[in-house]
T-cell receptor, first 114, second 113 residues
Framework: DAGVIQSPRHEVTEMGQEVTLRCKPI?????LFWYRQTMMRGLELLIY????????DSGMPEDRFSAKMPNASFSTLKIQPSEPRDSAVYFC????????????FGPGTRLTVL | QKEVEQDPGPLSVPEGAIVSLNCTYS??????FMWYRQYSRKGPELLMY????GNKEDGRFTAQVDKSSKYISLFIRDSQPSDSATYLC?????????????FGKGTKLTVNP
């Protein structure tokens, strides 16, 4: 398997623009997680899905952030409008239903909002 | 008090040294404990996984969990320059508790040749 795939790998945009990050989880994995990583706050969970259904979005910072998972092989995280404080590395991770909670991370999308 | 505390370092050691990385936590419901390694500009990758208390060894790496003290450790023996990375502890209460992983902020380790 190719692992978790994220696109784009880098995104530079201007404040106020819409940003869409994409993720393809590992085939057969039931859970998908979106994280944000910054030096100040570390790795923060934004939202996670189980079988394409959002389970917990309590980490989504505000209404400017939204996430969807239309099918088992694709998810998006959208920021509209983007702000400079959204600059971070965004990771997608997936795992299968098991007793171990092991998550597999993608390479991340480095977002810079000017 | 944050759920998971981890000293961010940075930690710099000579090649061959024994490295000790630690995390403390406050949620007594945590029962799954993991260490992830993250190389610069890469995603975290699972290094060690432990369920409940005890030790687990894998090559040069040993993970320890002391639930009574709410303290976990990762030991690296005979450290190598290739071990230079950020190490993140992570833990969860598991299914029936919470499926979410809570991460420490990570400790940046540099092993000097």
């Amino acid at each position: 398997d190719a692992g978790v795939i994220q696109s784009p790998r880098h995104e530079v945009t201007e404040m106020g623009q819409e940003v869409t990050l994409r993720c393809k989880p590992i085939s057969g994995h039931d859970y998908l997680f979106w994280y944000r990583q910054t030096m100040m706050r570390g790795l923060e969970l934004l939202i996670y899905f189980n079988n394409n259904v959002p389970i917990d979005d309590s980490g989504m910072p505000e209404d400017r952030f939204s996430a969807k998972m239309p099918n088992a092989s694709f998810s998006t995280l959208k920021i509209q409008p983007s702000e400079p404080r959204d600059s971070a590395v965004y990771f997608c991770a997936s795992r299968e239903y098991s007793s171990t909670d092991t998550q597999y991370f993608g390479p991340g999308t480095r977002l810079t909002v000017l | 008090q944050k759920e998971v505390e981890q000293d961010p370092g940075p930690l710099s050691v000579p090649e061959g040294a024994i490295v000790s990385l630690n995390c403390t936590y406050s949620n007594s419901a945590f029962q799954y404990f993991m260490w992830y390694r993250q190389y610069s500009r890469k995603g975290p990758e699972l290094l060690m996984y432990t369920y409940s208390s005890g030790n687990k060894e894998d090559g040069r790496f040993t993970a320890q969990v002391d639930k009574s003290s709410k303290y976990i450790s990762l030991f690296i023996r005979d450290s190598q320059p290739s071990d230079s990375a950020t190490y993140l502890c992570a833990m969860s209460a598991g299914q029936g508790g919470s499926e979410k992983l809570v991460f420490g902020k990570g400790t940046k380790l540099t092993v000097n040749p």
